[in-house]
């Protein structure tokens, strides 16, 4: 993807009031930047503020593919040697996941990352551009320096952010991570467009199988999907996100495929949540934040570790808590039985094991209303 085109085509899709700018001045041959949303929207497609000028936000947010990396199960880092252990999460509807806090009930609740360790989408814009294995910049005043070589940046940024603010290194690092997460916030990363949408409007009909997949979704005696998975108290709220953004232990097997590669022992733990340096309760081991399920169809590889390519898989993983048969928790990708949960001890059995073993009809009609929560923009990604 080149990203002087990914720019334009997503600053296109901008609303005008968002992108005009007066004529840049001197060496400039772009117009600067007259709001936050338009410069994040720069930023993120910039990878001068990696280390080694190969990587931006948008190599492992592609927006082409709703806003996750199809490039594998982990994305690679911007040294071109560095693998990750966990799946790039879709940025897609991130804006809508509530600041990391505890419920009412106790529970911990929202944050960016898989973990929850950055409470706002400001605080995830400040990460990866200082992590050692993707944008690899060493410290906050290098990035800042990047930004200070480009007329662009040097006139957008005072402009929007103060008289001095490429300056100072902490000032000029947090107006970035500003105008990054401003332009997460835009409604091309939440349209609440898919044929579900279209649907909630009279705009358009579901198939006999994607009718049953919603009922089946919802269902409290038939499936689990809803108790994790649904935010509104009603089925028809034009709001869903698919996620009560809370955090769980579903016994996700460890992807052996990806520690071969990327050279983490196997029986290594992820924490999940127990990582977050907020969190010290041993009983967090193991849970990771409940993702939303808009654009699940087209954003693969599945779990935080990328393990299951397939959706279909996945829920016939979920339904391994339900079944009894022997043959029904075979994992279709690798043939073999699906592997034991790493952290068993924590696995969220009374939420997992609710409803009836779902047969190949049911499975199909899950597979194929999910596939109606796909962003109109990414509906041709479906075929």
Not at 120 to 125: I, N, P, R, W
Not at 173 to 194: C, G, K, L, Q, V
Not at 330 to 357: D, K, R
Request: glycine residues 8%; hydrophobic residues 35%.
């Amino acid at each position: 993807m080149r990203m002087s085109i990914a720019i334009r085509s997503v600053l296109a899709a901008l609303p005008v009031a968002l992108v005009l700018g007066s004529p840049s001045a001197g060496s400039m041959s772009e117009q600067v930047p007259q709001t936050p949303e338009a410069l994040g929207a720069r930023l993120f497609f910039d990878v001068n503020l990696s280390a080694n000028r190969t990587q931006a936000c948008a190599s492992c947010h592609n927006p082409d593919y709703g806003f996750a990396d199809p490039r594998g199960m982990a994305s690679p880092g911007d040294d071109g040697v560095s693998l990750g252990d966990r799946n790039a999460p879709t940025a897609s509807y991130a804006a809508l996941i509530p600041t990391f806090h505890r419920g009412e009930d106790g529970e911990w609740i929202g944050g960016q990352f898989l973990d929850g360790r950055a409470a706002t989408l400001e605080d995830q814009a400040a990460g990866p551009p200082l992590n050692p294995i993707e944008m690899g910049m060493p410290d906050r005043a290098s990035v800042v320096a990047r930004l200070r070589e480009d007329p662009v940046y040097m006139a957008a940024f005072p402009a929007l952010y103060g008289r001095g603010v490429l300056d100072d290194a902490e000032a000029g690092y947090t107006a970035m991570t500003r105008a990054i997460a401003a332009f997460e916030r835009t409604e091309m990363f939440a349209p609440f467009d898919s044929k579900y949408d279209r649907w909630l409007r009279g705009e358009a009909e579901l198939t006999q199988e994607e009718e049953l997949g919603r009922l089946l979704f919802f269902s409290e005696q038939f499936t689990n999907c809803a108790e994790c998975h649904k935010l509104a108290e009603t089925e028809m709220d034009p709001a869903e996100t698919f996620t009560d953004h809370s955090y769980h232990n579903i016994g996700t097997p460890e992807n052996r495929t990806l520690r071969e590669m990327n050279g983490v022992p196997l029986g290594t733990i992820d924490g999940g949540l127990f990582d977050n340096p907020g969190v010290d309760d041993p009983a967090q081991r193991g849970k990771f934040r409940t993702p939303t399920l808009r654009n699940v169809a087209v954003t693969a590889p599945y779990m935080h570790n990328g393990v299951f390519q397939d959706l279909r898989t996945v829920i016939l993983f979920y339904n391994t808590y339900n079944t009894k048969s022997q043959a029904r928790k075979i994992n279709p990708e690798t043939g073999e039985p699906f592997g034991p949960p790493p952290v068993p001890e924590t696995v969220s059995l009374e939420q997992l094991e609710i409803g009836p073993a779902l047969d190949d009809q049911r499975i199909d009609a899950l597979v194929a209303f999910l596939e109606t929560l796909t962003d109109a923009r990414y509906e041709d990604l479906l075929d």
